[in-house]
């Protein structure tokens, strides 16, 4: 079992959603970040006033998967975050050592569902 | 000569502000309910509506809504710049307040007016769009229509059409426009409708001012601190009382829960439809007018909007044109003799009315909807109308506007 966890753009969201729900990846937790790269930063004009954050708005996905999802699941979320500029974000792949379903306290590959 | 009449000039001074207060109002009525990427966006097109179209008025606008007639279909330029427009009362556009206290007070419907379309095509319109579109809305849609109804020979008015502050000039004209707007423009990315409000209290408080406001522009428009505004006053607290109810009463009934969104929503639909009303209908009569609101409105939001698919952001169509509509023609039904001398409808036996007011709702629908649909061709050629699908992803506010409404997370 993994754990994936993707940074990506805010806008980008429902392009991952989508492409993750084509490769049957369903369930997921999305989370608001701030985070930096190596993307310089957007700028943000406040009364005139252009202010460089070193900080972005990122969005974090954090998916679990059984190990056949792993490729699969990369390859959608590469597909749906891209924009092939600086500030794309990353993927990260974990070891996932165990996964329990609250409700029925099923174990292992049938708790990620 | 007419004379000035102090108390008269008091209120309505008291009511233009009130009436311009409105348009911030609306700035959060509508900024609630849109996601909160787009709240500026909002707020912005309902200020600049405020002082481009304000500056408009003086320069050319006011000339052509109630200058005078030319073939009972506009006013002429001689007025532009406000010339031959100053304290001295005109005779026809109240004989008791100066002339240009009259031009101020209808300033702040010819803005309000514009700005209710924008929630038809919110969180998707490119902003150098909207304003071109604007500028040319007020000036080929509002201003015209304004004079059919209300202007010194509009044919409208000759015709005998009733319609105390505006609920075909203002209502009707942005609401049927609104709708055009949506269809062409089409609907947001994403697919799922409607999309989650961000911020409902701030709906709700705008919900609130544009009420307070709204006595200003119904009663405000007896020019005159007499009978007729008190009449229009109490319409508009009980249509708009008996609208909040009603809307509570169905939103219970079918969606299981009474809203706080529903009782807004109910209250603007009352305002709406109590205005062309207001000053010629007993306060009984405004009862059935509320309820009918809410009953016309909760069948537009809730059952056609999602049949024909159209994406009107923000129900301008369903709440302020259809309801708009069950106002004039319930104008034709409920005015009383017994009430205003100037206006007779169905219930004093005068029959013709309802088809003089239905009349006044098809000429304005036909005018406006053709009228919208060309000044959208040409703002989106000049313009393009639309923004890019990234851009929309993005949001409005900083995609169009290098600005963000909140710092959530520093």
Known sequence: MKYIIAVVRPHKIEDVKKELLNEDVHLMTITDVLGCGRQQGVTEVYRGVKEVDNLLRKVKIEVAVNEEYVDRTIAAIKKGAREGEIGDGKIFVLDLEQCIRIRTGETGKEAIG | MEKIVSADVAWVLIATAL???????????????????????????????????????????????????????????????????????????????????????????AIITPALMIGAFAERIKFSGFLFFVIMWATFIYNPVA????????????????????????????????????????????????????????????????????????????????????????????????????????DWTFNKAPTMLGVATGIVAGLVAITPAAGFVSPMSSIAIGAGASIVGFIFVTKVKPLFGYDDSLDVFGVHGMCGVWGAIATGIFASKGINPAGSGLIDGNAIQVWIQIKAVLTTVVFASIGTAVLYYISNLIFGMRVTKREENIGLDLSQHHEAGYTLME
């Not at chain 2, 008015?157 to 423009?185: P, R, Y």
Request: glycine residues 14%; charged residues 5%.
């Open chain 2, 147 to 250: 004079h059919w109804v209300w202007g010194n020979g509009g044919w409208l008015a000759k015709d005998g059409a009733l319609d105390f502050a505006g609920g075909t000039v203002i209502h009707i004209n942005a609401g049927i426009s609104a709708l055009v707007l949506a269809i062409l423009l089409g609907k947001r990315e994403g697919g799922v409708f409607p999309k989650a409000p961000h911020n409902l209290p701030f709906a709700v408080f705008g919900a609130g001012f544009l009420w307070f406001g709204w006595f200003g522009f119904n009663a405000g428009s007896a020019l005159a601190a007499n009978g007729t505004a008190v009449i229009a006053f109490t319409t508009t607290a009980v249509a708009t009382a008996a609208a909040g109810t009603m809307w509570m009463i169905l």
């Open chain 2, 19 to 109: 009436v311009m207060m409105m348009t911030p109002a609306l700035a959060f009525f509508y900024g609630g309910l849109v996601r909160k990427k787009n709240v500026l966006s909002i707020m912005m097109q309902c200020f600049v509506t405020i002082c481009v179209v304000g500056l408009l008025w003086v320069l050319y606008g006011y000339s052509m809504a109630f200058g005078p007639d030319k073939g009972g279909v506009i006013g002429g330029l001689e007025w532009s710049f406000l010339r031959h427009v100053g304290i001295t009362p005109n005779s026809f556009y109240g004989p008791t307040i100066p002339h240009m206290l009259f031009m101020a007070f209808q300033m702040m419907f």
